[in-house]
């Protein structure tokens, strides 16, 4: 089996029905992801799971609870660092903090937050720019296993050189090290209190809007959905925005195939900030 | 080496390009201007759900992995393969499911072996694997891994990969 040639189609429809089997059983809703990335993540937990095919991935969701929450927390978790994206802060710091000043309150959503580091991150700025006692943070995503990793704000101390580069190539004006704690292996930010930040479960493909924000992150979330996905979740975002509120995409992504395209002005082309104006 | 076979393809070239280069992770267009300097098509980073389409060659933007989906490119944050974010492993796998026996796979000289179960994955599925002469590479090991993968179609230096692409374009329409 593992010298077979492949089929693409037979692969495929394997997919297919591993996500009905997932929603079936689960209730979680994968079907309208990316065909090829979703394909890639299942073949790479079968490969985990020491499985040789699909369906034999399948097979151990159906039956074992256990298989299903490892899955999740692997779909979740992406590998990224703080501050990912300099110019997107420094863009930011330059283009939407003037906006938010003039607010008395501000509500800012991260929708797929996975372990947090963009939420820290923006935490930081924002008590860089004295806004963060008139912020609430929403830091939401599928999977609970991720959320508390987001919440602890604990990282690996490996990462931090390249956190440090990117904190001051984002505009960050204080040393790094002051907002966080080293222990042995990982470090501990402590830019977030309870109070200002709220890490909750959130289904994208699913659930409603939570709330009426001034900013939106959803940043590298959508390119794991499919244009149909793509546009329901637009469509989240959209009512869950202010008037005159903010959307934030990835560097690479785009409204440009989306209906939603001309709802919005573009506050920055290369870093893709947009604010909403219909 | 890549300049040297983007100034060897014609404007009219008949079918969409792709490029994969190791890149840092520093956002810059360094690479994609030096890379328009010498072609006559325009070179361009995709983006997420941008439709293939010739005419263009595109650069994998740094730090995301390309992925073809359907008709259309998708964009990753996955975790790097073979250390790399964008990864060859990666285009040229979804490439061949995708395209099958369309797919002309390209391997260049290169320092790790990423790449190679991508050809492999090409050749499974019919489609052509090209690999730069190993003797005339700087780092010979990506083009050594990718002959010993899988059984590939050309093994050829840099000035004649140019001129068989577009032979082989030209064969097919």
Not at chain 1, 54 to 80: G, Y
Not at chain 1, 227 to 237: A, G
Not at chain 2, 86 to 110: M, Y
Request: overall charge negative.
């Amino acid at each position: 089996m593992l010298t077979a040639l492949p089929d693409p189609e037979i692969e495929a429809l394997e997919v297919k029905l591993l996500l009905e089997a997932i929603y079936d059983r689960h209730g979680y809703d994968f079907r309208d992801y990316a065909q090829a990335s979703i394909h890639r993540r299942l073949v790479k937990q079968m490969e985990a799971e020491a499985l040789h095919s699909l369906s034999a991935l399948q097979d151990l969701i159906l039956r074992e609870p256990a298989a299903m929450e490892r899955l999740l927390l692997s779909m979740a978790v992406h590998v990224t660092s703080m501050f990912r994206d300099p110019k997107f802060y420094v863009a930011f710091r330059g283009k939407v903090v003037p906006y938010l000043r003039t607010y008395p309150f501000i509500r800012l959503w991260h929708a797929g937050c996975s372990t947090g580091e963009e939420v820290h991150s923006m935490a930081i700025l924002l008590q860089e720019c004295g806004l963060d006692d008139r912020c609430r943070i929403y830091a939401t995503d599928l999977s609970d296993g991720v959320l508390r990793r987001a919440h602890t704000g604990v990282f690996p101390l490996g990462a931090m050189k390249e956190h440090t580069e990117n904190y001051l190539q984002a505009g960050g004006s204080r040393s790094f090290s002051e907002y966080y704690t080293a222990r042995e292996s990982d470090v501990i930010f402590h830019c977030l209190s309870p109070e200002r930040a709220v890490f909750a479960q959130h289904n994208l493909v699913s659930d409603g809007s939570i709330n009426e924000f001034n900013v939106i992150f959803c940043r590298n979330v959508m390119i794991y959905f499919n244009p149909k996905l793509q546009d329901r979740v637009h469509r989240l975002i959209y009512e869950s925005l202010g008037h005159l509120g903010f959307l934030a995409l990835g560097r690479k992504e785009s409204l440009r195939f989306s209906p939603y395209e001309s709802c919005y002005k573009e506050i920055d082309a290369q870093e893709k900030i947009y604010q909403k104006v219909g | 080496m890549l300049r040297q076979i983007l100034s060897a393809i014609p404007r009219d070239f008949s079918l969409p390009i792709t490029i994969v280069q190791h890149r840092g992770r520093e956002i810059h267009d360094g690479l994609q201007l030096a890379l328009q300097c010498n072609c006559s098509l325009p070179v361009r980073e995709p983006e997420d759900k941008q439709p293939i389409r010739p005419g263009q060659v595109f650069l994998a933007p740094a730090d995301y992995h390309v992925l073809v989906d359907g008709g259309r490119f998708a964009l990753s944050t996955e975790a790097p393969v073979h250390y790399s974010r964008p990864s060859i492993d990666v285009l040229f796998e979804t490439a061949a499911d995708a395209f099958c026996s369309g797919v002309i796979g390209v391997i260049l000289n290169g320092a790790n072996r990423d790449g190679a179960q991508g050809v492999a994955r090409i050749k499974a599925l019919s489609g052509t694997v090209v690999v730069q002469d190993p003797a005339t590479a700087e780092s010979p090991v990506m083009p050594t891994a990718a002959i010993e993968a899988t059984t590939v179609d050309k093994v050829l230096g840099p000035a004649e990969i140019g001129a068989f692409l577009t032979q082989l374009t030209q064969t097919r329409s």
